[in-house]
């Protein structure tokens, strides 16, 4: 018999090693992760048998069988599921694949603590948790519908090997050369007690074979399936770590039976932590579809939007019927009812949420709220909802606020929701565009999140008002009666300002095609100048993403706006009245348009010719 000697892709390797040299807390867990791939290989083979009831062959009763030998310290776990040939084996145990190898790997690298390896499930690579308990492994398996067995063997140190192999019947057998410090993992009563802890909800038995009789150590039902009133908070916990792969405890868990004109089960988990591939175009959510508690697909969209899919669980169909296709639940109408209703039932667990746990709550949208955003614009049936139960930032305190408690504090004369939009929460407050607006007591969203450029268009308004952004014109901030009836005189006051008429005349001579215009500012209270887009133009913030992604070639002209009460302008304003063409003005007109654009976190077109400048003016300003 042929074998053939191949290395592990170097992913994998780094993997392995992690995996073999951490100080893991919880060595239990390597079996929780290969009695649930062993369940998900027998629900693959139960679906593919619908349309292909051959490949079950006379052995339609799934287990998972526990072998024992502490002579040899050996442990075995075997399953009849769908199986894999060596292509199989190749790509799913030698290769990085689809299994996230490389996303675990950034998570672990970035944490010192070596308990961070319990993540290993949430990448779907929890087969490589077997290294840390044994110094060999094989595995032997035979795919559904074939008639060659291939071995798999490898001592996790860099290499593997595969070779042909004799097996009776479909399935895979994992055999776990032990360690001399893991013999634990051969006693009987060790094995009943993680399998009853970790593995109970398993929809199919989990098999103990021993010389006096085979034992099965799980209830061997789907947990979904049972009263509430018979399952405990514990085993709750452990069917979502199955289901999602994850090493948190589930923050909410929504168990429901719809009745009426359709009718399921949704067993729903609403994660503590945010997975660290929430945001990866590629990643597949963790919801399981059942028709009659045969399992059909994972991650289907069509069971919840994009929006949910951090939600995790099973929903299980009484009315799909079985031979239904993956490709035909894209148009099927009893999906879109049925993901109607999850929706629906995952917001109201959300509003009940917000109005009775508020901590609790802003701790989810700190970690998922940037996803639920996305709702505003992809879902328009459930925008209201998703808006009333959105939280914000603001200048109003350092916590959390809805829209309506915005609104109540909205000043007499404010028309409009004031927002502004940036990569970090603290440069946005001391952004100059808000000077203005701090000096009347006006209250300003403040947005982070990228996904805020796109829904705030969409939406446009909240109870009839407005959203506006502050780096754009028209705030109209003389219309709004502050909470300072001495702010509001000041700002009637002429005498403090100069005439700038002369001095933006210049600017706008020397800045020529650089600035759509340059005008006097309302909002500024201390800083010399900023920019703003046109009323009518894309958000500042908008259109550095839009250029970021090659969607618009270059960002357009802005508007500079000046202080006309800043001491700088003044003195600029006399010397731009006294001599419009004095050499200075040129070069301040550059330095205020560049001061402007640091201001924005925007990169200087020309930094050698600002730094030049900026010495003109200090040298100048030294006497020199």
Same mark, same amino acid.
């Given at each position: 018999?042929?074998?053939?000697?191949?290395?592990?892709?170097?992913?994998?390797?780094?993997?392995?090693?992690?995996?073999?040299h951490s100080?893991?807390?919880?060595?239990?867990?390597?079996?929780?992760?290969?009695i649930?791939?062993?369940?998900?290989?027998?629900d693959?083979?139960?679906?593919?048998?619908i349309?292909?009831?051959?490949?079950?062959?006379?052995?339609?009763?799934?287990?998972?069988?526990?072998l024992?030998?502490?002579?040899?310290?050996v442990?075995t776990?075997a399953?009849?599921?769908i199986?894999?040939?060596?292509?199989?084996?190749?790509?799913?145990?030698?290769?990085?694949a689809?299994?996230?190898?490389?996303k675990f790997?950034?998570?672990?690298s970035?944490?010192?603590?070596?308990?961070?390896v319990?993540?290993i499930g949430?990448?779907?690579?929890g087969?490589?948790?077997?290294?840390?308990?044994?110094?060999?492994?094989?595995?032997?398996?035979?795919?559904?519908?074939?008639?060659q067995?291939?071995?798999?063997?490898?001592?996790?140190?860099g290499e593997?090997?595969?070779?042909e192999?004799?097996?009776?019947?479909?399935?895979?057998?994992i055999?776990?050369?032990l360690?001399? &410090?893991?013999?634990?993992?051969?006693d009987?009563?060790?094995?009943?007690?993680?399998?009853k802890?970790?593995?109970?909800?398993?929809?199919i038995?989990?098999?103990l074979?021993?010389g006096?009789?085979?034992?099965?150590?799980?209830?061997?039902?789907a947990?979904?399936?049972?009263?509430?009133?018979?399952i405990?908070?514990e085993?709750?916990?452990?069917?979502?770590?199955?289901?999602?792969?994850?090493?948190?405890?589930p923050?909410k868990?929504?168990?429901?039976q719809?009745?009426?004109?359709?009718?399921?089960?949704?067993?729903?988990?609403?994660?503590?932590m945010?997975?660290?591939?929430?945001?990866?175009p590629?990643?597949?959510?963790h919801l399981?579809?059942?028709?009659?508690?045969?399992f059909i697909?994972?991650?289907?969209?069509?069971?919840?939007?994009?929006?949910?899919r951090?939600?995790?669980g099973v929903?299980d169909?009484?009315?799909?019927?079985?031979?239904?296709?993956r490709?035909?639940?894209? &148009?099927?109408?009893?999906l879109?009812?049925?993901k109607n209703?999850?929706?629906?039932k995952?917001?109201s667990?959300?509003?009940t949420?917000a109005?009775?746990d508020?901590e609790?709550?802003?701790t989810?949208?700190e970690?998922?709220?940037?996803?639920?955003?996305?709702?505003?614009?992809?879902?328009?049936?459930?925008?209201?909802?998703i808006l009333?139960?959105?939280?914000?930032r603001?200048?109003?305190?350092d916590?959390?606020t809805?829209?309506a408690?915005?609104?109540?504090?909205?000043k007499?004369?404010?028309?409009?929701?004031?927002?502004?939009s940036?990569?970090?929460?603290?440069?946005l407050?001391?952004?100059?565009?808000?000077?203005?607006?701090a000096?009347?007591?006006?209250?300003?969203l403040?947005?982070?999140?990228?996904?805020?450029?796109f829904?705030?268009?969409?939406?446009?308004?909240?109870e009839?008002?407005?959203?506006?952004?502050?780096?754009?014109g028209?705030?109209d901030?003389?219309?709004?009666?502050?909470?300072?009836?001495?702010?509001?005189?000041d700002?009637?006051?002429?005498?403090?300002?100069s005439?700038?008429s002369?001095?933006?005349?210049?600017?706008?001579?020397?800045?020529g095609n650089?600035?759509?215009?340059?005008?006097?500012?309302?909002?500024?209270t $201390?800083s010399?100048c900023?920019?703003?887009?046109?009323?009518?133009?894309?958000?500042?913030r908008?259109?550095?993403?839009?250029?970021?992604h090659?969607?618009?070639?270059?960002?357009?002209?802005?508007?500079?706006?000046?202080?006309?009460k800043?001491?700088l302008?003044k003195?600029? $304003? &006399?010397?731009a009245t006294?001599?419009?063409?004095?050499?200075?003005?040129n070069?301040?007109?550059l330095?205020?348009?560049?001061?402007?654009?640091?201001?924005?976190?925007?990169?200087?077109?020309?930094?050698?010719?600002?730094?030049?400048?900026?010495?003109?003016?200090?040298?100048?300003?030294?006497?020199a």
């Open positions: 018999m042929t074998e053939e000697k191949m290395r592990f892709e170097a992913e994998v390797s780094r993997l392995l090693d992690i995996v073999v100080l893991y807390s919880n060595k239990d867990i390597f079996l929780r992760e290969l649930s791939n062993a369940s998900d290989a027998c693959k083979l139960r679906y593919e048998a349309a292909k009831p051959d490949l079950l062959a006379g052995d339609a009763d799934f287990k998972v069988r526990l024992t030998d502490d002579v040899r310290n442990l776990i399953d009849n599921g199986g894999m040939n060596k292509e199989d084996l190749v790509d799913n145990l030698g290769t990085i689809n299994s996230g190898t490389a790997l950034d998570a672990v970035k944490s010192d603590n070596a308990k961070d319990d993540l949430q990448f779907g690579v087969f490589y948790s077997a290294f840390m308990v044994a110094n060999k492994v094989e595995v032997v398996s035979r795919k559904a519908g074939e008639d067995a291939w071995k798999w063997s490898s001592d996790g140190k593997y090997t595969i070779s192999a004799e097996m009776e019947g479909r399935g895979t057998q055999t776990l050369h360690t001399d &410090d893991n013999k634990e993992f051969t009987e009563h060790r094995l009943r007690h993680i399998v802890t970790y593995s109970d909800h398993i929809g038995p989990v098999v074979m021993k006096d009789g085979d034992e099965t150590l799980n209830e061997a039902s947990l979904w399936t049972r009263p509430k009133s018979e405990t908070d085993q709750y916990k452990e069917f979502y770590k199955h289901t999602s792969h994850a090493f948190d405890d923050w868990t929504i168990h429901y719809a009745e009426g004109a359709i009718e399921y089960t949704g067993l729903l988990y609403l994660p503590t945010r997975p660290f591939d929430l945001y990866d590629q990643r597949k959510g399981k579809l059942y028709v009659r508690k045969v697909t994972e991650g289907a969209d069509e069971l919840l939007p994009p929006w949910l951090f939600v995790s929903v169909s009484q009315d799909l019927p079985l031979n239904v296709s490709e035909m639940l894209q &148009d099927h109408p009893l879109t009812k049925i209703g999850l929706t629906k995952v917001l667990e959300l509003e949420a109005k009775k508020a609790g709550y802003e989810f949208w970690n998922f709220g940037s996803v639920v955003k996305e709702g505003l614009y992809e879902d328009q049936t459930n925008r209201d909802r009333k139960l959105a939280r914000f603001s200048t109003h305190g916590g959390w809805t829209l408690d915005y609104v109540e504090r909205m007499d004369g404010q028309k409009a929701i004031y927002y502004i940036g990569e970090d929460i603290d440069a407050k001391r952004s100059p565009q808000l000077e203005g607006f000096a009347k007591g006006i209250e300003v403040l947005l982070t999140d990228p996904v805020d450029e829904w705030m268009p969409s939406v446009g308004q909240f009839e008002k407005d959203f506006k952004s502050v780096t754009r028209g705030a901030l003389n219309d709004i009666k502050s909470d300072d009836k001495e702010a509001d005189k700002d009637k006051k002429e005498e403090d300002a005439d700038a002369a001095l933006i005349a210049a600017i706008k001579l020397a800045l650089g600035v759509k215009d340059v005008r006097e500012s309302d909002r500024l $201390s010399a900023c920019l703003i887009a046109d009323e009518m133009g894309m958000d500042l908008m259109e550095r993403l839009m250029k970021q090659n969607r618009v070639d270059e960002i357009s002209p802005r508007i500079l706006e000046i202080n006309p800043h001491s302008i003195k600029l $304003s &006399d010397i006294k001599d419009a063409k004095a050499p200075i003005l070069d301040a007109a330095l205020l348009l560049d001061q402007a654009r640091i201001l924005e976190g925007e990169a200087l077109p020309d930094p050698v010719s600002f730094a030049r400048r900026l010495d003109l003016v200090m040298e100048k300003g030294l006497g």
